[in-house]
């Protein structure tokens, strides 16, 4: 399967929009898209770390993403890892784990609730 990577700010704002689905080391976020491939993308804010570490945790998303999207993502979706504080200790193994879940249950259509947007009071 011919994976592609996201780089349009566009692409990752329709993402958002999509299916939400938290981790402890990280947030997926699946959404179908027009192109019929499937895509990935990876953010990581200035919050988790300095440079190094951030690039750190994005080569060990990318490493991550490029085994298991293959035979468990979705056809025809993105797939968008935002990395979380304890992202970069986490073994790999458990981040692996933690993927699988993840990916099985927005396959299923099992995501968390929606977030409200930013300043929006209840």
């Known amino acids: 399967m011919n994976l592609s990577v996201l780089s349009r700010r566009a692409d990752f704002l329709a993402a958002n929009r999509g299916l939400r689905v938290a981790r ?12 019929g491939a499937m ?41 968008v890892l935002i990395g979380r504080d304890g992202g970069v200790e986490r073994d790999f193994a458990k981040l692996r784990e933690e993927l699988a879940m993840a990916l099985s249950r927005a396959a299923q259509g099992k995501g968390d609730p929606p977030r409200r947007p930013r300043g929006e009071r209840r």
């Open 39 to 79: 895509r990935f993308g990876i953010t990581v804010t200035k919050k988790i770390g300095n440079a190094v570490v951030r690039n750190r945790m994005k080569r060990r998303f990318r490493a991550l993403l490029r085994e298991m999207l293959p035979e468990a993502g979705l056809p025809a979706h993105d797939h």
């Open 24 to 35: 402890p080391g990280f947030v997926l976020l699946v959404s179908p898209n027009d192109a």
